[in-house]
């Protein structure tokens, strides 16, 4: 049986920027409509009073984006909603590293 392969095209300098420019606007375009999703998602469940559901939400959000303050605060304003202050101060204090202010600012 014979195989026949080909070799990959050489792309130019030009074209690898053009690639990596494109790759860069889907993937801010993509954060930014998460970014969306999860801030529509926290509007509805609160308007339901569905808190237990917005939280598990935020925290797997959290787990998969340590980085993103919004995301805290919005947890923190739902054990706030729930009634759990203490929670609440907790939670939105863990983004105020130097760290995630100097990312959050840069960005």
């Known amino acids: 049986m014979s195989r026949s392969f080909r070799l990959p095209r ?8 053009t690639l990596q420019l494109n790759f860069m606007k889907n993937y801010t375009n993509l954060t930014l409509l998460i970014s969306q999703y999860i801030n529509a998602l926290y509007r509805g469940y609160t308007q339901l ?3 237990a559901a917005l939280v598990n939400i935020l925290d797997e959000r959290i787990k998969q984006t340590p980085d993103d303050i919004e995301s805290y605060g919005m947890l923190g304003s739902t054990y706030y909603l729930m009634g759990n202050e203490e929670k609440a101060i907790e939670v939105w204090n863990k983004p105020f590293s130097l760290v995630m202010l100097i990312r959050y600012f840069i960005e």
């Open 49 to 51: 009073k569905n808190y």
């Open 10 to 17: 050489v792309m130019n300098k030009s074209e690898i920027i």
